[in-house]
């Protein structure tokens, strides 16, 4: 069971990307998603999540500008990232609550960390 990140990239400012979180594997549920970033130095903060049912939220810095949403049954993630500026400039994880098909409970699983630079 695992979750791979793509669609990281170098753009320009005020320009857009999307990134996808694809879980694979046996797989019995998966319960919220979110995307982090990270700086190097700094911890790892939230950007935004998507519950099993659709609910979102959002860091301040990015509502508005960023849109997360989930397709249950491809099991992935994605996060549309508009307007984009220099700030924005991070490394990106995605995060899933997984539950695997001969496993008891859910779990935290983390995807490999995508690079997005916003040049200005």
């Known amino acids: 069971v695992q979750l791979q990140a793509s669609g990281g990239g170098l753009v320009q400012a005020g320009k857009s990307l999307r990134l996808s979180c694809a879980a694979s594997?046996?797989?019995?549920?998966?319960?919220?998603m979110g995307w982090y970033r990270q700086a190097a130095g700094y911890r790892r903060e939230l950007v935004a999540s998507i519950s099993s049912a659709g609910w979102t939220t959002y860091a301040d810095s990015v509502k508005g500008r960023f849109t997360i949403s989930r397709d249950n049954a491809k099991m992935t993630m994605y996060l549309q990232m508009n307007s984009l500026k220099p700030e924005d400039t991070d490394v990106y994880y995605c995060k899933a609550e997984v539950k695997p098909a001969n496993g008891k409970f859910y779990e935290d699983l983390w995807g490999q960390g995508t690079l997005v630079t916003v040049s200005s």
């Open positions: 594997g046996d797989i019995f549920n998966i319960n919220d």
